[in-house]
């Protein structure tokens, strides 16, 4: 069994989701509407990470490695 879990930034919520901080999410998986700049996303947000979080499992490197 595998467990994915990272609660820093972790907060309730409830639908619907009103308007949301753009801080969040680690930057390497932080998902492509948070970088443009959405303030109106879902948890969607957390599938894109956790996609990113496997390709790096299985290329064995960041798929999209960011300092900024």
Known sequence: MIKIADFGLARTF??????????????????P?????????SISIDMWATGCIFAEMFLK?????GEC
Do not use: V
Request: no cysteine.
């Open 33 to 41: 509407e948070l970088m443009l700049g959405d303030d109106n996303y």
């Open 61 to 65: 490197r960041p798929l999209f490695p």
């Open 14 to 31: 409830s639908m619907p989701m009103g308007k949301l901080t753009k801080d969040i999410a680690t930057l390497w998986y932080r998902a």
